[in-house]
C-alpha cells in the first residue's frame, strides 16, 4: 500500500522556522517529481513547491520565495521543506504530493498520491 506521511508540523512564532519531512513507503517514489501544498481555513489547496526526481530543478510559489527551501533523499525515500522567516499567512495543513512527470508541477490535479497532511501554525 502505497502511504505518504509528513512529520514536522507545529506552533511556531513568526520569524521561527519549522522543517517538514514526508516518508514514502510502499512504492517506489525515487524517479516521481514531489511537491507540497498547503490548505487555509476556508481556502483551496494552493501549491508551496516542488523537486524533480533528481533534486536538480525546484519550484516554488512566489509567495515563499527565499523563504523555503524543498530538498530530498531518494535513499530515505523521504521529501524535506525547510520553511525560514514564518508568517501568520503561512498557517495552513500541509501536504505532500507524487507524481511521476506532472506537467506544470503547481496543479493539485496533477498529484496522483498525497499525504494526510501536518498542521503548521505561525502566531504574530
Known amino acids: 500500500q502505497v502511504q505518504l506521511v509528513e512529520s514536522g508540523g507545529g506552533l511556531v512564532q513568526a520569524g521561527g522556522s519549522l522543517r517538514l519531512s514526508c516518508a514514502a513507503s510502499?512504492?517506489?517514489?525515487?524517479?516521481?517529481?514531489k511537491a507540497w501544498f498547503r490548505q487555509a481555513p476556508g481556502k483551496e489547496r494552493e501549491f508551496v513547491a516542488a523537486?524533480?526526481?533528481?533534486?536538480?530543478?525546484?519550484y516554488y510559489a512566489d509567495s515563499v520565495k527565499g523563504r523555503f527551501t524543498i530538498s530530498r533523499d531518494n535513499v530515505k525515500n523521504t521529501v524535506y521543506l525547510q520553511m525560514n522567516n514564518l508568517k501568520p499567512e503561512d498557517t495552513a495543513v500541509y501536504y505532500c504530493?507524487?507524481?511521476?512527470?506532472?506537467?506544470?508541477?503547481?496543479?493539485?490535479?496533477?498529484?496522483?498520491?498525497w499525504g494526510q497532511g501536518t498542521q503548521v501554525t505561525v502566531s504574530s
Open positions: 504530493a507524487a507524481n511521476p512527470a506532472p506537467r506544470t508541477q503547481q496543479r493539485v490535479y496533477e498529484y496522483a498520491y
Open positions: 510502499g512504492g517506489t517514489f525515487s524517479s516521481y517529481t
Open positions: 523537486i524533480s526526481w533528481s533534486g536538480g530543478i525546484t
